[in-house]
């Protein structure tokens, strides 16, 4: 399976480098494209830098939006039409900083990501919101719907909990 990868920053490189290492083919873009060709490179033949957003998205299986979340709305505007049908995963939380560097909340408290992003996508898109808390491990655990993914999130129950996959299973309620 390819797997586009929009956002090869921080967390999408260490994203692109792990689906690479594990087989994965992967087309990555970037805004301004330098950082998509640079990280090709790195990775070697499983990896292409594609021209555009659009362009990462040809013949992928599967699409993560590895971006900051206060521009994933605009990305997701600009891809809307080839997203309809996609696996779309979103590793954001959202947060910013603000004028002293202090890191907040973009949405309000008690607002789901995972909600606010699925509104953005077509309908037939599939959401799902993984590898944000990436102190939480490699073993894919289903922690709920959409309507979940705040408990993740700074500020839920389980953001930064570092626990096997017994106790997660325990933690989630079996979702």
């Given amino acids: 399976m390819t797997t586009a990868i929009i956002g090869t920053g921080g967390l999408g490189s260490v994203i692109a480098r792990q689906l690479a290492a594990g087989g994965e083919t ?62 779309v995963v979103v590793p954001s939380n959202p947060l910013t900083t603000d004028a002293h560097g202090n890191v907040i909340r973009v949405l309000p408290e008690g607002q789901s990501s995972g909600n606010v992003v699925a509104g953005w996508l077509p309908t037939g898109a599939r959401l799902a919101m993984a590898f944000g808390s990436m102190s939480a491990g490699f073993e894919p655990v289903k922690a709920g719907g959409t309507d979940q993914s705040g408990r993740f999130e700074v500020g839920g129950d389980l953001h930064n909990l570092i626990v096997g996959l017994a106790e997660a299973r325990s933690l989630i309620g079996g979702a």
Avoid: M, W, Y
Wanted: net charge positive.
């Fill in 26 to 87: 992967l087309r990555l873009a970037n805004a301004g494209n330098e950082s998509a060709r640079t990280l090709a490179t790195q990775i070697g033949h499983a990896a292409v830098a594609a021209a555009s957003n659009q362009d990462a998205l040809q013949g992928a299986g599967a699409v993560i939006l590895a971006l900051r979340f206060t521009v994933l709305k605009a990305v997701i505007d600009q891809i809307a039409v080839p997203l309809n049908g996609q696996l």
